[in-house]
């Protein structure tokens, strides 16, 4: 099932659509998932409340109807994809008809969403067609070495977790890629509605943008954080 929030309450996110996924969508390869360590975010507090009655179809409509409240968000707003669950497909495989109807169905809106399947070649096209027709998919590394197989793995915005202590604000990486920590992580005053970083894909410049990093957060940012130390 898939439900869509109008006007999130979430004060990370601030005033923007949100939608929710079933936790069926969520890649078995993603050690955040608690079949594996665990860690994940969505897994505690009001939103895995809420994340649990999508999984189990009490709240949300098929896939169709959720597309048709997708054009209902007005046109060039900021709207986030899967708070909690993943892209449309069982387990670690994309289904790429799904992503590219959704795709569609944002045309004119800047939807963005973050995704931890595994960059098997039919995802990564998937991945990488959606970005290019407008659709702001990042792909979700668990560490910053892990960012950087990422960048060369695919032309797609990489984003990935870093421990709970984590205090550069900018830098480089091993492998010479540019990251800036999450702004909401920074200030309280920031929202990703007032942001819109992991909306875009490239800089002013047309440069590709920076990695993004979200320290380990969470009631089980512990666990969060061991996995992005590895």
């Not at 992503?99 to 963005?112: D, H, S």
């Amino acid at each position: 099932m898939f439900h869509i929030t109008a006007i999130s309450n979430n004060k990370k996110t601030g005033p923007i659509a949100v939608s929710t996924s079933g936790a069926q969508t969520c890649p078995t390869s993603c050690p955040f998932n608690n079949a594996n360590e665990g860690g994940c975010y969505a897994d505690s507090g009001p939103l895995a409340m809420h994340w649990r009655k999508v999984t189990s179809g009490e709240r949300g409509t098929a896939f169709d109807v959720f597309l048709q409240s997708v054009r209902k968000i007005q046109r060039n707003a900021l709207w986030r994809h899967n708070q909690a669950g993943d892209l449309a497909g069982m387990g670690d495989k994309i289904d790429a008809d799904a992503l590219e109807r959704l795709t569609a169905a944002n045309r004119g809106r800047k939807g963005f969403t973050y995704t931890h399947k595994p960059l098997t070649p039919s995802n990564v096209d998937a991945i990488e067609h959606a970005n290019a027709n407008g659709f702001t998919v990042n792909v979700s590394a668990n560490s910053l070495a892990h960012a950087d197989e990422y960048c060369a793995a695919t032309s797609a915005p990489v984003v990935a977790v870093v421990p709970e202590d984590w205090n550069k604000r900018a830098g480089k990486t091993a492998a010479g890629n540019r990251f800036v920590q999450c702004p909401a992580t920074v200030s309280d005053d920031v929202t990703c509605a007032s942001c819109g970083l992991c909306q875009k894909q490239r800089t002013a410049s047309g440069a590709r943008r920076p990695i993004v990093l979200f320290p380990a957060h969470g009631a089980s940012k512990r666990k969060a954080s061991a996995i992005a130390s590895a």
